[in-house]
């Protein structure tokens, strides 16, 4: 099991950008895919991107593609995610959440392990 916690979460104005971070502890982080899920309020769990193991391979929901870049330093043991012409409907609790996988799932109830999520707020 990994342990995880986000940050970089805030208040932000439309068309800003804003990064995430998700720091990881207690496995061996370059084994695991990660990715970013995000839930609004009243709303369900959905998908934002996810990473390889390696960071060769990379998935988007397609509402944030070319908005939203996700990437990895293993030897930091963080996972990034850029977001950049940020808009009011992109405000959700973020997620980051782990799972050992031969493949990278694009699916966040694929993922075992989960922080404690990072509040974005966009507005307009």
């Known amino acids: 099991q990994v342990h995880l916690g986000e940050s970089g979460g805030g208040l932000v104005q439309a068309g800003h950008s804003l990064r995430l971070s998700c720091a990881a502890s207690?496995?061996?982080?370059?084994?695991?895919?990660m990715a970013w899920c995000r839930q609004a309020l009243g709303k369900e769990r959905e998908f934002v991107a996810s990473i390889s193991f390696s960071g060769a391979v990379t998935d988007y929901a397609d509402s944030m593609k070319g908005r939203f870049t996700i990437s990895r330093d293993n030897a930091k043991n963080t996972v990034y995610l850029e977001m950049s012409s940020l808009k009011p409907e992109d405000t959700a609790i973020y997620f980051c959440a782990a799972g050992l996988k031969h493949y990278t799932p694009s699916r966040c109830d694929d993922y075992s392990d989960w922080g404690q999520g990072t509040q974005v707020t966009v507005s307009s």
């Open positions: 207690g496995g061996t982080f370059s084994s695991y895919a």
